[in-house]
């Protein structure tokens, strides 16, 4: 039995015979590394003052009323599930993103084009309160 030790052995020798040498393309963006260079991000903060608008900021609050796991990934399962049966021509429309698709539905300045959509029911008629025909229905 052969024991190793400082004096009756190659170190490098040894490093080569058990060593893992990859030899796959690399998967990394090479075309990104500018853009992830925390030099340059530092140095665009300093000429701008602004941070990169796709940095994901950490954030605090009251998250007492979050659900547990289980009940979050559900929510978000039947979400997916929800926003899968719009039409796929709305769902292109932005981009297979619920998030967007949210967003857009959410901000009221988008009504007229959410009805054009169909994702929005046309408004009750409601009649005027005060009318002699709407009084006369009443009585």
Do not use: W, Y
């Not at 393309?25 to 260079?37: R, W």
């Amino acid at each position: 039995m052969f024991f190793r030790s400082g004096f009756n052995s190659d170190n490098d020798v040894a490093s080569v015979e058990s060593s893992l040498e990859c030899q796959d393309d690399s998967l990394a963006i090479q075309s990104s590394k500018d853009e992830c260079d925390i030099n340059t991000i530092v140095r665009k903060f300093g000429l701008t003052g602004e941070l990169p608008t796709d940095i994901k900021m950490p954030q605090t609050g009251d998250f007492t009323n979050i659900p547990d796991f289980h009940t979050a990934m559900n929510i978000i399962r039947t979400t997916q599930e929800e926003f899968l049966r719009v039409p796929p021509e709305v769902r292109a429309r932005f981009n297979n993103d619920p998030q967007r698709f949210m967003e857009f539905v959410e901000d009221d300045s988008n009504r007229d084009e959410a009805r054009r959509l169909g994702l929005l029911r046309l408004d009750p008629i409601v009649p005027a309160s005060g009318t002699p025909d709407a009084g006369a229905a009443a009585g």
